[in-house]
Nanobody
């Protein structure tokens, strides 16, 4: 049974930093892609950042230069370093991992439970 557990959200003043993380527990898989999404109250869930298995990263324009996605394959963990936070970054942040399941010979997309990030003074 694979489970994703997120942590590291919270409240921060504008200009501050947070570093949510998402760890995949279980066995019998390898991670092929890691993503972070966010969903503000009353809005759709939007893609924020992606890191592929070869280390290539992609960001939505609104977070470029401020957010950094990284992964630790040895720990099956993905991080989102968020600097210079703005009130408009307030949202629930969700991790999404593509897992290649060895015994199924297929890729499974898994979601974390979400972590609230609030930026306000």
């Amino acid at each position: 049974q694979v489970q994703l557990v997120e942590s590291g959200g919270g409240w921060v003043q504008p200009g501050g930093s947070l570093r949510p993380s998402c760890a995949a527990s279980g066995s019998g898989f390898s991670i092929t892609a890691m993503r972070w999404f966010r969903q503000a109250s009353g809005k759709e869930r939007d893609l924020v950042a992606v890191i592929s298995s070869d280390g290539r990263t992609t960001y939505v324009d609104s977070v470029k230069g401020r957010f950094t996605i990284s992964g630790d394959n040895a720990k099956n963990t993905v991080y989102l370093q968020m600097n210079s936070l703005k009130p408009e970054d307030t949202a629930v942040y969700y991790c999404n991992l593509d897992l290649f399941m060895f015994h199924e010979d297929s890729i499974r997309s898994c979601w974390g439970q979400g972590t609230q990030v609030t930026v306000s003074s």
